[in-house]
């Protein structure tokens, strides 16, 4: 992700190994109690668990708007607590979200406590969370097209995270990761033809921005989701941009969007399945 984006998230923070786990009082691993309740209630009234994974991963994406996060928490919470809706109501409680968090973020959904266990790149959350099942990778079947990969955000500006800053014996470890990462194809839809294909796009649908550098080579850079308005408009809603101060909002018309950021080269496109 772009490094103006890495904020502190509002909604919550979790600690590697989850509060079940953890010897920290939950008030330490979980903050946004208040915000999870007001989501809850709304939820209730709103029958929410009553709509596809897809448009109810777009309702509570729209009921975080002004929240201050980072893209990745924007979209990770509004999808895993749709999952938890899934659930009888009894259920729903923030121990219950952080189960679903692990399972979205951590390969192949276990957090075993390393810091290399979380699925830092898009890209490689997609390969991981697509090959369980949980979602599909839709960017091919929409006319993405192979361009040429390589995922080393992180060993390059290492210094900017403060885990691997503290401990630098992660960064051969990770270099490896980012190699098996950068070794996988990485298809993206040119944002020329996004406009072409926004029609086939639904609420809730996950949109990766991808970015070619100066050497020609891409990677993802920020993420959202899709909203289609009652105008039948397709808006990109996300979080952490400097104009927006960091808060989610629902943004112009994706295709219109990606002409913002001359760095941004296309979409990659992943559907909520469960």
Not at 97 to 103: M, R, V
Not at 212 to 236: I, K, M, P, W
Request: overall charge positive; charged content about 20%.
């Amino acid at each position: 992700m772009r490094i103006w984006k890495i904020l502190v998230p509002a909604f919550l923070i979790c600690s590697v190994a989850f509060a079940v786990q953890s010897p920290l009082p939950f008030s330490t691993v979980f903050k946004g109690q208040d915000q999870f309740n007001r989501l809850v209630t709304k939820a209730k009234s709103g029958n929410w668990s009553s709509l596809p994974i897809g448009e109810r991963t777009a309702v509570v994406g729209q009921a975080l708007t002004g929240t201050r996060m980072d893209c990745w928490t924007f979209f990770e919470i509004a999808l895993t607590f749709a999952r938890m809706l899934n659930e009888p109501e009894s259920n729903w409680t923030p121990e219950r979200l952080l189960h679903y968090i692990e399972l979205d973020r951590y390969r192949s959904g276990e957090c075993t406590g390393e810091y290399l266990s979380r699925l830092h790149y898009l890209e490689d959350w997609l390969y991981d969370n697509d090959r369980r099942g949980l979602v599909e990778d839709l960017t091919r079947s929409l006319g993405g097209a192979n361009v040429p990969h390589s995922a080393r955000e992180m060993s390059v500006g290492w210094r900017h995270y403060r885990y691997l800053a503290a401990n630098r014996s992660l960064l051969g470890p990770l270099a490896r990761m980012e190699a098996n990462v950068s070794s996988r194809p990485l298809y993206q839809i040119p944002k020329n033809r996004v406009a072409g294909i926004e029609s086939k796009l639904h609420s809730g649908d996950i949109i990766g921005i991808i970015g070619r550098d100066r050497s020609g080579l891409y990677s993802t850079s920020h993420v959202g989701l899709a909203l289609r308005t009652n105008d039948g408009v397709l808006h990109f809603m996300h979080a952490s941009s400097p104009g927006n101060s960091g808060r989610v909002i629902v943004d112009t018309e994706l295709s219109k969007y990606l002409y913002r950021y001359r760095s941004d080269s296309g979409i990659l496109v992943a559907r909520p399945l469960r």
